[in-house]
């Protein structure tokens, strides 16, 4: 037992020189604010997703045009006149959108944010140039299938018809918008001053 006391005394006197560590109630993380490349590729491809999944048009299977169909549409209200005038191509086309060789979903959402940038800045004419799509796959006509769905869900389209042979003809359309409210107030404060 002696020996043990012995034993005891040395660490006790070792000891006196240790300093109790501090208490600290935090965790240290390593953090990197620098990404990796499969970090950035996967935020990148969910920032896609959801840009997909909020502009509300459909990707669910369509009825397939054939590639030679004449695509024409008008919401109610829209005026004959108008809507001649537009199958006619006289309005002037203020902006153009060129689908062709471009992914379902990179088409889907370049159709969306198009129409609704020019929506926004007042533009009421564009035309969509969809293609016609003879070896398209899975189905000949699938952009032009898409397009004429997806120009009926967009709120601000009023019509659209298929475009003049020198504007593209069956592969492409003309689209008119409504008036942007900003327009509107425009447009009633000019038609004032000339009373």
């Not at 549409?73 to 086309?93: A, M, S, T």
């Amino acid at each position: 037992m002696n020996q043990q006391n012995d034993h005891d005394i040395s660490f006790m006197s070792q000891m006196e020189d240790v300093v109790p560590i501090a208490k600290v109630n935090k965790v240290a993380v390593a953090n990197s604010h620098s990404e990796t490349l499969s970090q950035r590729l996967k935020r990148e491809a969910l920032e896609k997703q959801i840009a997909l999944d909020d502009n509300g048009l459909s990707i669910d299977s369509v009825t397939p045009l054939d590639p030679y169909a004449f695509l024409s549409y008008k919401k109610d209200g829209v005026q004959e006149g108008v809507f001649k005038n537009l199958r006619l191509g006289k309005y002037q086309i203020d902006s153009r959108l060129s689908l062709r060789g471009v992914k379902f979903d990179d088409a889907r959402l370049s159709l969306f944010d198009t129409i609704t940038d020019c929506h926004e800045r007042g533009i009421r004419t564009l035309l969509v140039d969809h293609g016609m799509g003879l070896q398209s796959k899975p189905f000949a006509g699938f952009m032009k299938s898409y397009v004429h769905r997806w120009l009926s869900e967009i709120e601000a389209v009023i019509a659209y018809h298929t475009a003049l042979k020198q504007h593209g003809g069956l592969a492409s359309v003309y689209v008119l918008l409504k008036k942007h409210p900003n327009q509107k107030q425009i447009n009633r404060e000019v038609h004032q001053k000339r009373s």
